[in-house]
């Protein structure tokens, strides 16, 4: 399943397939991205990030892409469990070089038993 | 290991009344920010502190104040409350010049 943040605040899954979660960016010259995921009730975790002078960044069962030509970044899930039901979030510097940072509308996941 | 501490986790005061939020960073981390999450919406940057001095502002609103402490730890202080503050309140911590912030589970404060 795939889910455009602003667009489809809610994206469902069955267990086991891939998730793609997308966000798109404001400021080009942000040089840093993470994605966060946030449980009911629960502060935001962190997931993954990536400099924007990659392209592409993998962790366990997540891979960030990012398109720095059309601002855009996506989270993928690789084979999604029970336990990656959440809120996700993309978030940027404010401006490059500081350590605030703005959060993207998150996108809920939900995955179907 | 052990994480960013928050309290009280939750919190109910009435308008106008003042509310004190607090905020243990993770031990050697010298950073930290405030953010407010309102149902259903993103984290907003409210402010940010490092080595005890304001490292960043955002949408913090007049009524509130914020500083860190000595041993890091930090207090986020709410004067007049309004209904509209009512929301999931929440502190990170990080290292001086990592991106990287780790959040706390968030003090739910609830004005009636």
């Known amino acids: 399943g795939e889910s455009v943040g602003l667009h489809l605040p809610t994206l469902s899954v069955q267990e086991g397939d891939n998730s793609i979660i997308n966000c798109a960016y404001s400021?080009?010259?942000?040089?840093?991205f993470i994605w966060y995921k946030q449980e009911s009730g629960k502060g935001p975790q962190f997931i993954i990030d990536?400099?924007?002078?990659?392209d592409k960044r993998q962790g366990q069962r997540v891979t960030v892409l990012l398109n720095k030509t059309v601002k855009h970044l996506s989270l993928q899930i690789a084979a999604t469990q029970p336990g990656d039901s959440a809120v996700y979030f993309c978030?940027?510097?404010?401006?490059?070089?500081?350590?605030?940072?703005?959060f993207g509308t998150g996108t809920r996941l939900k995955v179907l038993a | 290991a052990a994480g960013v501490i928050q309290s009280p986790r939750h919190l109910i005061k009435e308008k106008r009344e003042t509310a004190t939020l607090k905020c243990y960073p993770i031990?050697?981390?010298?950073?930290v920010y405030w953010y407010q999450q309102g149902p259903g919406q993103d984290p907003q940057f409210l402010i940010s502190?490092?080595?005890?001095?304001?490292?960043d502002k955002g949408s913090i609103p007049d009524r509130f104040s914020a500083q860190q402490f000595s041993d890091y730890h930090s207090e986020l202080n709410m004067s007049s409350l309004e209904l509209g503050d009512s929301a999931l309140y929440f502190c990170?911590?990080?290292?001086?010049?990592?991106?990287?912030?780790?959040f706390g589970p968030g003090t739910r404060l609830t004005v009636t």
């Open positions: 990170a911590s990080s290292s001086n010049g990592v991106y990287e912030q780790y």
């Open positions: 400021n080009s010259a942000s040089d840093y």
């Open positions: 990536i400099r924007s002078n990659m």
């Open positions: 978030a940027e510097p404010y401006t490059s070089g500081t350590y605030k940072y703005i």
């Open positions: 031990p050697r981390h010298d950073t």
């Open positions: 502190f490092y080595e005890k001095m304001q490292s």
